[in-house]
């Protein structure tokens, strides 16, 4: 089974577990299309993607734009045909081990744990963004429709 979860901000990542391996893809509508249609075969593939919402003091513009690349991408499963599912972050991040209300260093902490070769970091070291919560989420849906 292929088990795909996507960050859908601004920054986000998109991220694949299959055949014992982590890849990542880095916010690319066009990239996020050609690697799903590259998976399109394969018998078994759930996709779970962050429920997100506007948050107080967030600008309308950065509002829509989050709000627009969400129902791309939820266009984007539907006609691929590909079985999604919004997940809320507090679902998934109980779900991986990490303490409430923790930031990005805390979340990517636990998830490097649960995936020591995963590439959460950059080459000078800086947290690359989206890919935590990408990987998480994917973990997510492995953990809750995984055998």
Known sequence: MVYIGIDPGAKGSMCVIGNGKVLFKDFDLKDYSSTLKAFLDTDELMVAIEKVHAMPGQG???????????????????????????VAPKDWQKACGIPAKSDKKGIASV?????????LYGNKGGLRDGRSDALGLAHFIRLKYGR
Request: net charge negative; proline share 6%; no cysteine.
């Open 111 to 119: 998830i490097q744990k649960l995936y020591p070769t995963a590439e």
């Open 60 to 86: 309308v513009s950065s509002s829509f734009s989050f709000g627009q690349r969400l129902g791309e991408l939820e266009g984007m499963l539907t006609a691929l045909q590909i079985p999604y599912e919004l």
